[in-house]
Each structure stands twice: as structure tokens, then as C-alpha cells.
């Protein structure tokens, strides 16, 4: 197993890593971080949920860096709002040790006022959602002419959020950049639009197999029952977690609500996280969720994109996603840093061919539970 030392990370940034717990790369840090380094061009590197992606590609930005430079020099663009701060804390604790870089994350629900006053202050990294960018760049209270590396992480979940309008801005507005660096955990049609009107002809590819896209630390399992045994079985299962804790994805807004009310009648800590949200109720049952107050999250895919809460042990998909790729996001939520996992689908008598899909597609065995 290499080490960070190996792989050219110098010492005061593996200090902070350390401090971390992070001893030994994972399989994107270590096919990504030397090329990154060395040659530091486009890339487009497929990698799923919680497998290290924000060191990946946080550690070669970190030292492509000039402190001494008041221009943003790199900016990375995640999907949501609980992303584009976890990766700002991320690159924070990095640099510990090191010479000072200074990242400001930019994010709607934030006070705009603020975030601008912020700007004002020597930035070397942006790390911001794409809708408050623009908005930004509008009021013309930042600028991103002197952008060198521009990072997407979670390309696909922006894309399917709607996004692609802002992506395609952003693009234009750093021509001047030296590399694009793309992460996703799938590479879906719309992705490749993007990358070939907007990235160099032949970018570098690092594609873990499509056997390891899912999370290898997850037990996928699935049960057959009707949508009305479904909030029973679910009540069971929750009854046999002695400390675990999970997130219960339903497809709707609505699906969401009545399980959520459902559950907390039969005496679960259960918190619902849904679209209709305002961003500060968002971010009360996040809190809540986070500090283990809440033991049971009830979500829309949505609502849910980005959520980074460590020691989850499963997930339930009260029903499939509608696309398949959501799968590997949904999936994803546990099982990570290392640790084991379980990812349970109920699914009615009548689906039961979706299963045999997601296996095929997805290079996945699935158990049945009775």
C-alpha cells in the first residue's frame, strides 16, 4: 500500500492529514494525485460516494496554489450546499501545517451580503454551488479571469439538478484556465455533451472499473412486499438497529411526510428531509441529524443529494429511483470511510426485474431477505 509521501504530497500537508486519520491513499487518491501533480491537465475520473475524492483532487490544487497571489486561483463546483462546505472544511484542516491558502465557500441560504463583503479579503480558492456563483458574478463581486484549475465534483448531480446553463457559464468564463478536472460518480450521455464542447480533445480518464462504481463495503439486499407492509417492515427492521443509524429514501415530497409521520407515531427518532424546506429548516434537521439527536432521516433523492454524515450504517430505498444512477448516490451514504454497510430495497412482487437490472448494470450481487 503506497503512502501520501509516495504519491508527492509534501510533509506539512500529510501533517494535516494525519491529524485526520488519514494514513493511506484510497484507489482514486493514488491513480489521480500523481498525474494531477505532475502533469495537472484535463482529467475526467469516475468515482463513487465516500471513496476520498475531495483529497483526490484537494491535495494537488492545495500545491499548485501561490499564497502570495491575491487572484482566485482555483474553483471547485459542487452540487449542493452541504458539499461545498464539507469540501471548504476539508481543504481548511489540510492545510493546518502549511503556508496559509485561503478558501471562501459560497452557497445559497448563505447571507449574500456577507459573502461579498468576504470576497474582499485575499481568496485563492472558491468553492461554491453554481446558482450563487453566477449570482455573484452578476453583482460583479468577484471575478474569475485569474481561475488556473477549475474542478466539477459531482458533475452528474448537476447536471440532472438542471445546472448545465450555469456549468456551460462558468466554462466561458475561465477560458484562461490550465486544466479542467472532472469527478462523478457515474458518466451519463449529458456529461459527455459537456465535456466535448468544453474540455481539451483528449482528456486523461480514470475510470474505476464498473464493478467498484457502488461502494465494495456495501450489502446490497432487497425485500418483496406490498406498498401497505412496507412501513411495517421498515419498523422492524429499525426495532433490530442497537445503535445503528441510516437515511429512508422515498421517491416524493409527499412519500417522504407521511412515512416520516408514520414512524415518529411509532416511537422512532425520525427527521423528514424534503424539498418544500426553507434553507434554514434544512439546515436545523441537518444539525439535528449530524449530532445524533435524530437516529432515522426520511429524504427525497433531492433534498438529499450531497449529505455527509459520517457512521451511517444503512440505507432503505422505500422505493427504487427513478433513475438508475441514483442508486450508486443513494447507496452510497453508508458504508464509507472503510466501513460496512447495508443498502435495502423493498420492492413490490411486480418489480422484481429491477433488481436483475441494477445487478447487470451495476455489476452487483443482491440477497433477499424474508
Known amino acids: 500500500m503506497k503512502t501520501f509521501k509516495e504519491l508527492g504530497i509534501p510533509a506539512n500537508l500529510i501533517q494535516g492529514l494525519e491529524e485526520l486519520g488519514i494514513v493511506h491513499p484510497t484507489e482514486i487518491q493514488d491513480k489521480a494525485i500523481p498525474f494531477l501533480i505532475k502533469d495537472g491537465g484535463d482529467l475526467i475520473a469516475q468515482a463513487q460516494t465516500g471513496t476520498g475524492k475531495t483529497a483526490a483532487f484537494g491535495l494537488p490544487l492545495l500545491m499548485k496554489m501561490n499564497p502570495k497571489s491575491k487572484e482566485i486561483q482555483g474553483l471547485i463546483v459542487a452540487p449542493t450546499r452541504e458539499l461545498a462546505k464539507q469540501i471548504g472544511k476539508h481543504l481548511f484542516r489540510y492545510t493546518k501545517y502549511s503556508e496559509k491558502i485561503f478558501v471562501e465557500v459560497l452557497c445559497g441560504g448563505d447571507n449574500f451580503d456577507r459573502q461579498v463583503a ?4 485575499p481568496t485563492h480558492i472558491i468553492v461554491a454551488t453554481p446558482g450563487r456563483l ?5 453583482k460583479k463581486a468577484l471575478t474569475l479571469v485569474g481561475v488556473k484549475h477549475l474542478i466539477l465534483d459531482e458533475a452528474d448531480e448537476m447536471l440532472s439538478m438542471g445546472f448545465k446553463k450555469e456549468l456551460v457559464r462558468i466554462f466561458g468564463l475561465t477560458r484562461s484556465r490550465k486544466s479542467t478536472w472532472l469527478f462523478s460518480a ?3 450521455d449529458t456529461i459527455h455533451a459537456l465535456i466535448k464542447h468544453c474540455m481539451s480533445e483528449r482528456p486523461h480518464l480514470l475510470k474505476i472499473d464498473r464493478a467498484h462504481v457502488v461502494n465494495r ?3 446490497h439486499q432487497f425485500k418483496i412486499c406490498t406498498r401497505d407492509e412496507k412501513t411495517d417492515y421498515i419498523s422492524s427492521f429499525l426495532k433490530r438497529q442497537k445503535e ?5 429514501f422515498c421517491r416524493t415530497r409527499e412519500g417522504t411526510i407521511i412515512l416520516g409521520r408514520q414512524l415518529t407515531s411509532r416511537g422512532f427518532s425520525v427527521d423528514v428531509l424534503q424539498g418544500d424546506l426553507t434553507q434554514k429548516e434544512r439546515d436545523t434537521v441537518m444539525r439535528s441529524f449530524k449530532k445524533e439527536r435524530t437516529r432515522f432521516l426520511v429524504a427525497t433523492d433531492v433534498a438529499a443529494r450531497g449529505i455527509d454524515v459520517e457512521g451511517l450504517s444503512f440505507v432503505i430505498h422505500h422505493q427504487l429511483p427513478e433513475q438508475m444512477e441514483y442508486y450508486t448516490h443513494r447507496s452510497g451514504r453508508t458504508a464509507r470511510a472503510g466501513k ?3 443498502s435495502i430495497t423493498l420492492i413490490e412482487p411486480r418489480e422484481r426485474a429491477k433488481i436483475n437490472r441494477l445487478e447487470n448494470e451495476l455489476s452487483l450481487s443482491f440477497f433477499e431477505v424474508y
Open 118 to 121: 468576504a470576497l474582499r479579503r
Open 134 to 138: 453566477i449570482d455573484l458574478i452578476q
Open 186 to 188: 457515474t458518466i451519463p
Open 217 to 219: 463495503d456495501i450489502e
Open 244 to 248: 445503528g443509524r441510516g437515511v429512508i
Open 340 to 342: 460496512k454497510g447495508t
